[in-house]
């Protein structure tokens, strides 16, 4: 029998912190609504935040690999019943949650339809946070490709994951940048194909590839690469850094040079740029790093655990609470000012934080389907 492998609180704490950004981007699109709106901070919930989606792939591969090592057994069958339990109950659950509560706000049960329905699940477009789930998804289905792939980086992992980077970057700038406008002049007359190109955001793993192998990476060699985070700390801090300024930079270069709305600025400034890939992986190894070595108090261990413990039923519930959030502010004419979106920023954080404190006294048979556990 395989020794059972140490906690890593830190791995708690960035779960904590990467919804916390999920978060951010989410009341950031709120923010937007302001028509003179803030552009400081549009830059921390929509540029800065961005990090958070593919840092959760990141964790989530870590995981997979830490306590299912590549050295080690792996039973597909056992793997994929595990992960139907943890991801794909609580996804359609949630799913149809929202669409039966914007369908009945609506007026509208259309999209609960079986065709709506079908074409809600397989896309996550049932609300808008859901598509990371259908990408882990496939990202599970696909786990034996990268089991394989991982034992071939493992022999030279610098020199692999600094080629997968270069090849990450070309693809995503391609789809992000360039393939939308060949969709549109050769797909118009095939809806269908048209329809699979146009949500490639929401299924396609390719987009988040390289950062899901670096945790895989770091979960086979995590010692390793605590060390060699310690030994080059500096460099580390000061490349994470630069990564910042650079996102930061490219914000406002974009408005101020080519004019850009501040909409069309994030469109183009986001985690699937150059600069967002590799902010993404620096700013994941940096913010682990210092989660790893910097002192806490006990407050302070015991609140990020708990962000980190409660994360995925924040994750899953908080739209809601935007929702209704929003739903009051527009009742009283209330703005998306700078302290009104810091105020739904918080009031959604609890909430969400207060649901599943709930939740997780349901019976263990709901329980499972709606947070897997």
Not at 36 to 44: A, Q, R, T, Y
Not at 223 to 228: I, L
Not at 262 to 280: F, K
């Amino acid at each position: 029998m395989a020794m059972k492998k140490a906690f890593l609180p830190e791995i708690t704490y960035m779960r904590g912190l990467c919804m916390l950004g999920v978060i951010g981007i989410h009341v950031g699109s709120y923010a937007l609504q302001n028509p003179f709106v803030n552009l400081e901070l549009i830059s921390v919930l929509e540029i800065l935040s961005r990090f958070g989606v593919p840092a959760f792939f990141f964790l989530s591969a870590f995981g997979l690999f830490y306590h299912t090592s590549v050295e080690g057994p792996f039973s597909y069958k056992e793997f994929m019943h595990r992960r139907i339990q943890v991801v794909l109950f609580p996804y359609i659950t949630w799913s149809i949650f929202y669409l039966l509560y914007t369908g009945l706000t609506a007026h509208n049960l259309g999209n609960l339809h079986p065709g709506p329905l079908a074409v809600n699940l397989l896309f996550g477009t049932s609300m808008y946070h859901l598509y990371f789930m259908v990408i882990l998804l496939w990202f599970y289905v696909m786990m034996p490709l990268w089991r394989a792939m991982v034992k071939v980086i493992l022999k030279r992992p610098v020199f692999w994951m600094v080629l997968l980077f270069i090849i990450q970057v070309g693809v995503d700038y391609v789809s992000s940048y360039m393939l939308g406008r060949w969709v549109t002049e050769h797909l118009s007359n095939n809806p269908v194909l048209k329809y699979l190109f146009d949500m490639r955001l929401n299924y396609w793993v390719v987009h988040y590839v390289w950062i899901f192998l670096l945790g895989a990476v770091c979960a086979e060699r995590y010692e390793t690469v605590c060390e060699y985070m310690w030994r080059y700390r500096y460099l580390l801090g000061v490349s994470a850094v630069g990564s910042i300024l650079l996102m930061l930079g490219s914000y406002y270069y974009v408005m101020d040079v080519w004019h850009y709305t501040v909409l069309e600025a994030i469109y183009t400034v986001h985690q699937m740029s150059p600069m967002g890939v590799l902010y993404t992986g620096l700013g994941t190894l940096f913010s682990l790093f210092l989660f790893q070595t910097l002192p806490m108090n006990a407050t302070m261990e015991s609140t990020w655990s708990e962000i980190g413990d409660k994360s995925y039923g924040i994750y899953l519930s908080h739209p809601f609470w935007l929702l209704i959030i929003s739903g009051v502010m527009a009742k009283y004419n209330l703005l998306y000012t700078v302290v009104n979106v810091l105020a739904m920023y918080v009031m959604a954080l609890g909430l969400s934080y207060l649901t599943t404190v709930a939740l997780n006294y349901v019976p263990k048979p709901l329980r499972k389907c709606i947070l897997g556990h």
